[in-house]
């Protein structure tokens, strides 16, 4: 789940996502917790595996 907000990131986490956060918005110590931040999109890579989507930063 990507989310930009500290009531995004709750909400996520609290249904059981993963959780990158977006500091676009709001700075990384208010997003909460997440399983990492991000300033932007354009460094990270998304392809697919099997079951999964797997992302990783350039």
């Known amino acids: 789940m990507f989310e930009d907000a500290p ?3 709750e909400a996520a986490r609290a ?3 993963r959780v990158v956060a ?3 918005t709001h700075p ?3 997003l909460g ?3 990492i ?3 932007d999109f354009s ?3 998304v392809r697919s595996a099997s079951d999964a ?3 990783t930063l350039a």
Do not use: H, K, Q, Y
Request: with cysteine; glycine share 8%.
């Open 53 to 55: 989507l797997v992302l």
């Open 43 to 45: 460094n990270l890579r």
């Open 22 to 24: 977006l500091n676009t």
């Open 7 to 9: 009531p995004g990131v």
């Open 28 to 30: 990384v110590a208010e």
């Open 15 to 17: 249904a059981g996502a």
């Open 33 to 35: 917790d997440c399983e």
């Open 37 to 39: 931040a991000i300033s």
